[in-house]
């Protein structure tokens, strides 16, 4: 089982995962151009993605799903609170997925987590696959991590985790009061003390790489995030776990379980 991360940021998030011959994109929150040209890049042609899971209606995160739809025939699901929130996901005919169901793919599995976000009914994802039994979680745009959400991110292989700001840079930073506060609040964003908390929190021997996603332009950066993130696992699994920053404009991967590394490796051993 393999995941990328077309590009994850503010401006977009796209993350491709792919086991035994089968494509499935969690998130299309690109223009349909720039995700098609991303995907080509990886050698997939676009038709060939089976499923696009929509975490929830957010333009950075749904923009191109309806297109795709469209021009390509993509299968969409979504939680039945975002395709509601979504007119165009609506009007795409995107199938609609209680919160905590689990979706049964040809050659995966995808289930989904609630989380606390100012959206209609946002989720993260685990991806199974049926023949190996590899998991890939993808938790981002998320205020904080509950208790269910860390039983749902136990026992993977890939976790994909949002750590979008530094708590100082936020505080001290060029935003609004207004908006400072929605993004440290409980329906925003993860800190990086947050998202070193919550992989801390299910790490396990099994877990082979943890990806940072979704970081602000603004408000963090990346060798800040990574450090963190690499001193907790040190202190919480002895040898720690390779982290692996994604970056908002490049296709970052492969990430595959237990075996070769990935590219763009920035820290971690």
């Keep these: 089982m393999r995941s990328w991360v077309l590009g994850s940021g503010s401006r977009g998030n796209a993350i491709l995962l792919e086991t035994d011959g089968a494509s499935i994109l969690v998130d299309a929150g690109f223009p349909i151009r720039v995700l098609v040209r991303r995907l080509r890049t990886l050698g997939v042609a676009p038709q060939e993605i089976e499923a696009v899971i929509v975490t929830h209606e ?57 989380v606390p976000h100012d959206a209609a009914a946002p989720i993260a994802v685990v991806a199974a696959s049926h023949r190996s039994g590899a998991r890939i979680g993808v938790a981002y745009d998320l205020g904080c991590a509950t208790d269910a959400l860390r039983r749902g991110l136990s026992g993977l292989d890939v976790l994909i985790l949002e750590s979008n700001h530094d708590e100082g840079m936020l505080a001290t930073g060029p935003y609004p009061r207004s908006v400072v506060r929605r993004i440290a609040g409980r329906d925003g964003h993860l800190s990086n003390a947050a998202a070193c908390a919550l992989a801390a929190a299910v790490v396990h021997p099994g877990l082979a790489r943890v990806v940072l996603a979704h970081l602000s332009a603004v408000n963090n950066d990346p060798s800040l995030a990574g450090r963190a993130m690499v001193a907790s696992l040190k202190r919480t699994r002895p040898g720690g776990v390779p982290v692996h920053i994604a970056g908002q404009d490049v296709v970052t991967g492969p990430f595959v379980p237990r075996t070769r590394p990935a590219q763009q490796l920035l820290l971690g051993i």
């Design 58 to 114: 957010h333009t950075d995160h749904a923009r191109s799903a309806a297109a795709g739809a469209r021009k390509y025939g993509w299968r969409v699901y979504a939680t039945e609170g975002t395709v509601r929130a979504s007119p165009a996901l609506h009007g795409a005919g995107a199938v609609a997925l209680r919160v905590g169901e689990t979706l049964a793919l040809s050659t995966m599995s995808v289930s989904s987590l609630p």
